[in-house]
């Protein structure tokens, strides 16, 4: 078996944490009408990642038991944080794990391409996170200004 299996893995966890993450931190700033409608549509956007890989899934298995321990896996964001700044830091942890989903599927991609699975290289959720990562950018650099200059 080809050791993507363990990259599938990584992507189908990676990516139902970060719709999760983005589903708590949306719930938990309802009156940030941009945060909560947009975290929720990012949040689907994962969804819809994780079924297109379903296929991938199927054929290559997902395979998280190592031998060596897992460094690095983010639990998620589990509650959220309050006022301005707790939202500004809300987003940084939702940017932490959308990259760690870009580069695994930066791996995956690779993989795919020397097994030339064909159907897997086609997908567009590398593109997508890309779009998730950017929003994330473009409203962290709208919340600092108020959340750090102006005096809580």
């Not at 290559?60 to 309050?82: K, S, T």
């Amino acid at each position: 078996m080809p050791h993507l299996s363990t990259y599938v893995a990584l992507a189908d966890h990676s990516e139902q944490t970060l719709a999760d993450s983005f589903r708590t931190i949306g719930n938990g700033h309802p009156d940030v009408h941009d945060v909560f409608h947009m975290c929720h549509t990012l949040a689907k956007m994962s969804d819809g990642h994780r079924e297109r890989l379903r296929a991938a899934v199927d054929r290559y298995g997902e395979d998280d038991n190592l031998d060596e321990p897992e460094r690095l896996r983010a639990p998620g964001v589990a509650e959220v944080r309050g006022g301005e700044i707790g939202l500004l830091r809300d987003l940084q942890d939702l940017h932490l794990l959308a990259t760690l989903v870009k580069s695994t599927w930066m791996v995956v991609n690779q993989g795919a391409q020397g097994l030339r699975d064909r159907e897997l290289i086609a997908q567009d959720s590398m593109a997508e996170t890309e779009r998730q990562l950017t929003w994330l950018e473009t409203r962290m650099k709208a919340e600092p200004p108020q959340a750090l200059i102006v005096a809580p």
